[in-house]
């Protein structure tokens, strides 16, 4: 195949998804078509939930393994939509649909790229493909859920609109549900112990707090109190407060150190929701990230969680589209940016190749 035939097929792909609601958890009919299309190519596809998965022709476990992994969930249509979300509609050379920039160009334009090395012979490397669900939740039966259903995997390359730039660490998450407990008492006798004042100290070290390792890439970690609860009536002295932490973990800390700090040093009770959203990257030694930089491509940290922190090797985030663009109203994707975004995975691949075998 050539590049035209494989950007034509991909943006008809892309215009079937869109027109095909796939939220998350709700991918089953995407899942489907993703399928379908892959086994009209030719190539044999594996299936777990709602996660589609193949490998390239020939794979041999005397080469490593590159995943190139997209999601085809979306998030729920945001107000303020002019257009019919789920209507794929041209404009120019503009694609309007929800998914369409997030990630749906990235994700086609991986398969692309899958079809174009599928029977190639002679890569250092076996690809394998994968179209995955509940990307936007994190949910338990997206990625996380075929991981040991694959091969030890090397190198992953997840694709998201970073405008075919090299996100090259990526921010953890970690919400934390913290509780204080005082003393009940009537307030017109200034009775108890107010859980209310107990928190605020707690909060206000949060909010002046400032951890030590700050990271090139991605900043210092930020921990931020979001939500905060309390109290039955007017003239009950608290017993119970609760109150909510929002951490964003650089990759200078995995996000069990940051709970520990941080419960070391506040008397509430911290129990983290999850602690498997980690900050996650690659070494800008790493070759493929030489290749890319060698192409011309910049590297930068992403503020923004995607699958790679659910994938315990080394990953790049890269992909055509603008994250900015994501989750937005009258969300949309150049397409000139989808053949843009399969000739650069192209490039970026074989120049890989050639820095692993001289």
């Known amino acids: 195949m050539n590049h035209p035939s494989l950007s034509e097929q ?30 009209g190519q030719g190539v044999e596809v594996h299936q777990k939930g709602h996660n589609v998965w193949a490998f390239s022709h020939g794979h041999s476990p005397e080469k490593p393994y590159v995943l190139l992994n997209s999601h085809h969930d979306t998030v729920k249509p945001a107000k303020g939509w002019t257009r019919d979300p789920f209507s794929p509609e041209m404009e120019g050379g503009t694609l309007y649909g929800l998914g369409s920039n997030d990630a ?50 090397s190198l992953g390359i997840i694709g998201e609109p970073t405008q075919m730039q090299l996100a090259i660490a990526e921010r953890g998450l970690m919400v934390i549900d913290a509780e204080v407990t005082g003393v009940s008492g009537h307030a017109a006798r200034d009775e108890g112990v107010n859980a209310i004042y107990l928190a605020l100290q707690d909060i ?14 991605l900043g210092p970690v930020k921990a931020t109190v979001t ?13 119970r407060c609760h109150y909510v932490i929002d951490v964003r973990t650089n990759e200078l800390y995995t996000n069990a150190e940051v709970l520990e700090y941080l419960q070391i040093h506040t008397k509430s009770i911290l129990i983290p929701r999850s602690l498997r959203l980690n900050p996650s990257g690659i070494a800008e030694s790493h070759p493929l990230v030489q290749a890319g930089l060698e192409m011309g491509m ?45 000739q650069g995975y192209i490039a970026l691949l074989e120049k890989y190749a050639k820095k692993l075998v001289p």
Do not use: M, Y
């Open 298 to 342: 910049g590297t930068f940290g992403s503020p923004t969680l995607s699958d790679q922190a659910l994938c315990p090797f080394a990953t790049v985030k890269i992909g055509p589209g603008d994250s900015a663009r994501s989750h937005t109203a009258d969300e949309f994707i150049r397409l000139e940016e989808i053949e843009k975004g399969i």
């Open 204 to 217: 206000e070290w949060i909010r002046q707090l400032r951890f030590e390792r700050v990271s090139r890439l």
């Open 227 to 239: 939500q905060i609860e309390a109290g039955s009536q007017h003239n009950v002295v608290p017993d």
């Open 10 to 39: 991909s943006i008809a792909l892309l215009k079937t998804l869109i027109a095909t609601p796939s939220l998350s958890r709700e991918e089953g009919r995407t899942a489907a078509l993703i399928a379908e299309f892959l086994t």
């Open 104 to 153: 749906g160009g990235p994700l086609v334009s991986l398969i692309a790229t899958f079809l174009h090395f599928h029977q190639k012979e002679g890569l250092p490397f076996n690809l394998i493909l994968a179209a995955t669900a509940e990307e936007e939740i994190s949910g338990p039966n997206g990625i996380a859920s075929i991981l040991t259903a694959l091969p030890d995997i």
